[in-house]
T-cell receptor, first 116, second 113 residues
Framework: GAVVSQHPSWVICKSGTSVKIECRSLDFQATTMFWYRQFPKQSLMLMATSNEGSKATYEQGVEKDKFLINHASLTLSTLTVTSAHPEDSSFYIC????????????FGPGTRLTVL | GESVGLHLPTLSVQEGDNSIINCAYS??????FIWYKQESGKGPQFIIDIRSNMDKRQGQRVTVLLNKTVKHLSLQIAATQPGDSAVYFC????????????FGTGTRLQVTL
């Protein structure tokens, strides 16, 4: 399957600062990537679909001005949490659909964000 | 979707026994299902998938069963090992949503020695 990396693996920041998380598809060119958020002991919730060369598509209830997504190349998507607050503390995970008609998704290792 | 909050359903199984993890889904338009394993602090790991035109699929030590009539999915793990301890999620894809997945609430599998 596709190999997906994320950077950083964890980050601690002060309230009000912005944090950028990178998602890289190491062996597969991805025109689409997905960003999920996972709170402790809960399931993954899709935040947005990142589209290479065009605007991201956000799920209902997700603020596009707060969670900026840039998919600048076929192997890199970035999620920037702007003006982070403690309630933004979560585990952020990206995934890459592997192609084909059913598009199984392969996930990155996740980024733990803690906002103080 | 609805969250189970702070308490994931937990299944405790003795090492060597078989495990069965269940998942109910609600979208009759879902055409593809995946089981993922997630260890603490890591991203989900693909285990096995099944298309809606099938009712059973087998992998190495794992079997997925799909019952579309009652919208139920199960994951069977044979000869459960300590390394199988993790949270297991089912995910479904709506046939019309271009590969977006909706995840179930998850089940924690604890393997006791």
């Amino acid at each position: 399957g596709a190999v997906v990396s994320q950077h950083p693996s964890w980050v601690i920041c002060k309230s009000g600062t912005s944090v950028k998380i990178e998602c890289r598809s190491l062996d597969f060119q991805a025109t689409t990537m997905f960003w999920y958020r996972q709170f402790p002991k809960q399931s993954l919730m899709l935040m947005a679909t990142s589209n290479e060369g065009s605007k991201a598509t956000y799920e209902q209830g997700v603020e596009k001005d707060k969670f900026l997504i840039n998919h600048a190349s076929l192997t890199l998507s970035t999620l920037t949490v702007t003006s982070a607050h403690p309630e933004d503390s979560s585990f952020y995970i990206c995934s890459v659909p592997a192609g084909g008609s059913y598009n199984e998704q392969f996930f990155g290792p996740g980024t733990r964000l803690t906002v103080l | 979707g609805e969250s189970v909050g702070l308490h994931l359903p937990t299944l405790s199984v003795q090492e060597g026994d078989n495990s069965i993890i269940n998942c109910a889904y609600s979208n009759s338009a879902s055409d593809y299902f995946i089981w993922y394993k997630q260890e603490s602090g890591k991203g989900p790991q693909f285990i096995i998938d099944i298309r809606s035109n099938m009712d059973k699929r087998q992998g190495q030590r794992v079997t997925v069963l799909l019952n579309k009539t009652v919208k139920h999915l199960s994951l069977q793990i044979a000869a459960t090992q300590p390394g199988d301890s993790a949270v297991y999620f089912c995910a479904e894809r709506d046939g019309g949503t271009a590969s977006k997945l909706t995840f179930g609430t998850g089940t924690r599998l604890q393997v006791t020695l």
